[in-house]
């Protein structure tokens, strides 16, 4: 059980890194994209190499997209397996009880 809440946690961290990596390719990208516009609107400029770096990053961000929705994935699945194995527990607590009764009745099996 203790595994299982280490990988969720595990899991979890990860999304978080992942959400903050692409949000900080986002701040960038508006970075970029207001610079463009200052040095723009100031005078003409070969805009070639800063279209090039946002394309890498939008590049960075689809990866980053396709990493959280493999950890969501992955924290959907633990948390299921999670829950059935709860219930298996529940399970073999009634059936203690069950033989505990049987076993406390001297007419019984």
Known sequence: ????LKNN???????????VAIGGGF???GEI???LSQIEASQGVDF???EKQIDEIKK??????ASISKNKSA???VNTKAQVNEKEIQLLKLQIQEIQ????NPLGG
Do not use: C
């Open 9 to 19: 946690l595990a899991s979890i961290a990860a999304l978080i890194a992942a959400v």
């Open 48 to 50: 070639a190499p800063i």
């Open 75 to 77: 924290n959907s699945d």
């Open 33 to 35: 994209t207001t610079k």
């Open 1 to 4: 059980m203790l595994d299982k």
């Open 101 to 104: 009764i049987k076993s406390k």
């Open 27 to 29: 701040v960038k990208y």
């Open 60 to 65: 960075e961000i689809d990866g980053l997209s």
